[in-house]
């Protein structure tokens, strides 16, 4: 995985080195005193303070101000880029390195911050292994895919596209254990950071053992929960990070942080643009700038095609550290780019005394009103359905600094994953007539991660283009769910083993204490099936939830990711109740909290 960009590389420093210094404090304090005591007895207010400030966690609820930002009421500036002060009475409401919110109280093993279902009871049950969810329901063949009739692969990626600009969640910095050392990369050990997926008896793809897992590293802690709470008075239970801004604000492409803003903008010239590669062209349009990293995990042009010698290319840069992640990704990233420069030579055009700060704000205020009316109006009609769009998503009411936008957990860590069940096992490349391109063919999807050499050298983002709008998405079924390419072979040619999408899902929720699949319906109204025959009437699949409880033992325990995709799609939507209450409760807060919406197209 990709690691987090500077100013989020900072914020996770900062939780992880409180966490760790408190961990290592408790462990002492225990060992002398042999009983529970906390760090902070051995430590005075001074000290406290002390170590906050090294930690630089205090910077992180620093209460910026907001009256003297320039422009405050009329472009999302460098400052706002992170979107500290779109509210003026809660300035870190919706900001990027703020936490997710918990629209229902964490579970944990220790009710404080180990990961969920590890070594406790739920519900007088043990949750199943994730890797085991994984093979007995999630499991299915390219062979079984059936086409969605209605929504081409673009519903799929620009699903994707619009969650990178919304969430992203940082891993711990550190892929060793605080302390011992361990590489959690190569050992099955569980010590924090590590969160390793054991393999489960008689797997059909990795061995069995000890020393078989799944490598896996916890989210970063939020300075002051978990064990740092008591420092500044927070959140006793451990939470996560977001490290974008709650608002569609095209921090994918622009960057969430104001020292990333800038680095992606042209300077060289007053056209208000942004950098474009100088190295390679696309049949003579615009292709990303490279990443200046030294760190090259998308040099995977020689393992994919088992040439020593092949030239690689370096990973593009945007504002989303996720644009390689997939080919199809990075072409909608590359047209988003062409749009902005394409929107401020032609402002300069009409505007040419304006200077090059005014033409890239209003080419943004352009892109940012395009995004938001791409998703109200083209977008989530299809995926929550037609309730959901008249209760929750109706005529816009306007601007409510009441309305808290913050990203919750639950939407980022499992309910707007949805998608991940839309996702064919290869990616289209179609030709000018919207046949298969005999030059550069439809390429398998594993083999299109981190691979952004296939755009310079393989026809560049038409074809890909193409093919996401002429191509049908893959129709999540109840039987065909996960395809291998994202269950078995996730990132295969960058990371030491192919990892699995639907196990990572899960135990990214428990990671984070998500509660369980019948407390989130509740939270929605719905009904909370109690035993097999009410689960399979929920689900209209008796043969499903007997699968299901047989592995959780109670509808309570079943992961929400799990239990939200498993239900029938809602009437005109693509996912089930669950997650059209969940998604659309979401979009309701986005658009509601957002003082610097536009409007005029929200409305249309």
């Not at 596209?161 to 590489?183: A, V």
Request: proline content about 6%; hydrophobic content about 35%.
């Amino acid at each position: 995985m990709k690691q987090p960009r500077a100013g989020t590389r900072s914020a996770v420093r900062s939780a992880d080195y409180m966490a760790q210094t408190l961990r290592l404090l408790q462990e002492r304090v225990h060992h002398v005193h042999k009983r529970s005591l906390n760090a902070t007895d051995l430590l005075s207010r001074d000290d406290l303070e002390k170590l906050a400030e090294i930690s630089g966690c205090s910077a992180q609820v620093a209460l910026p101000q907001c009256r003297t930002t320039p422009n405050l009421d009329k472009y999302r500036t460098a400052l706002q880029g992170t979107s500290v002060c779109n509210n003026i009475n809660n300035p870190r409401q919706g900001a990027s390195n703020t936490p997710f919110v918990c629209w229902l109280p964490a579970e944990y093993d220790d009710g404080i911050f180990l990961p969920k279902g590890k070594n406790q009871r739920f519900n007088n049950f043990l949750l199943p292994l994730v890797r085991q969810v994984s093979n007995n329901i999630l499991s299915t063949l390219d062979a079984g895919v059936l086409n969605d009739r209605e929504f081409t692969d673009m519903l799929t990626f620009f699903g994707q596209w619009n969650d990178h600009d919304l969430t992203f969640t940082p891993i711990s910095p550190s892929i060793r254990s605080f302390s011992n050392g361990i590489d959690c990369d190569e050992s099955c050990e569980q010590t924090e950071p590590c969160i390793p997926i054991p393999i489960p008896p008689g797997d059909p793809r990795l061995p069995t053992g000890p020393d078989s897992c799944i490598p896996a590293f916890r989210s970063a802690a939020v300075c002051g929960t978990g064990l740092s709470a008591f420092n500044f008075g927070g959140e006793p239970k451990r939470e996560q990070i977001n490290a974008l801004t709650a608002f569609l604000d095209l921090g994918q492409v622009y960057g969430s942080e104001e020292k990333l803003a800038l680095s992606l903008r042209d300077l060289s010239n007053d056209g208000g643009r942004l950098r474009v590669n100088t190295e390679f062209r696309d049949n003579g349009r615009e292709l990303l700038p490279f990443s200046p990293l030294q760190v090259n995990m998308c040099a995977t042009r020689g393992r994919v095609t088992n040439d020593i010698n092949a030239r690689e290319v370096p990973c593009f840069i945007t504002g989303d550290t996720r644009a390689d992640e997939n080919i199809a990704l990075t072409s909608v990233h590359t047209l988003f780019l062409r749009e902005h420069n394409r929107l401020a030579r032609g402002l300069k055009r009409i505007k040419p005394h304006w200077d090059s700060e005014t033409l890239y704000q209003e080419a943004r205020k352009i892109m940012g009103a395009y995004t938001q009316s791409f998703v109200f109006r083209d977008y989530l009609p299809h995926i929550v359905g037609d309730n959901e769009m008249r209760t929750r998503l109706g005529r816009y009411p306007g601007y409510n600094p009441r309305v808290n936008p913050s990203i919750s957990n639950v939407f980022a860590t499992a309910a707007f994953r949805f998608a991940h069940l839309s996702i064919q096992p290869f990616l289209s490349r179609l030709d000018a007539n919207y046949r298969e391109n005999n030059r550069f063919p439809s390429v398998l999807l594993y083999k299109a991660f981190f691979t952004p050499w296939r755009i310079v050298y393989e026809g560049g983002i038409d074809p890909l283009l193409r093919g996401l709008v002429g191509r049908p998405a893959k129709l999540n079924t109840q039987d065909h769910i996960m395809v291998d390419a994202v269950r078995e072979r996730l990132f295969q040619f960058v990371m030491i083993l192919g990892l699995d999408l639907g196990s990572l899902n899960m135990e990214r929720g428990r990671d984070h204490g998500l509660p369980g699949y019948n407390a989130y319906r509740k939270l929605c109204s719905l009904s909370q099936p109690r035993n097999q025959a009410e689960l399979a009437r929920v689900l209209n699949n008796a043969d499903l939830a007997r699968r299901l409880l047989q592995l959780y033992g109670t509808a309570d325990n079943i992961d929400v990711w799990m239990g939200g995709l498993s239900e029938p799609f809602v009437r005109g939507g693509r996912v089930g109740p669950l997650f059209a209450c969940l998604i659309a409760t979401q979009f309701q807060r986005i658009r509601q909290g957002d003082r610097l919406s536009s409007r005029q197209f929200l409305q249309g």
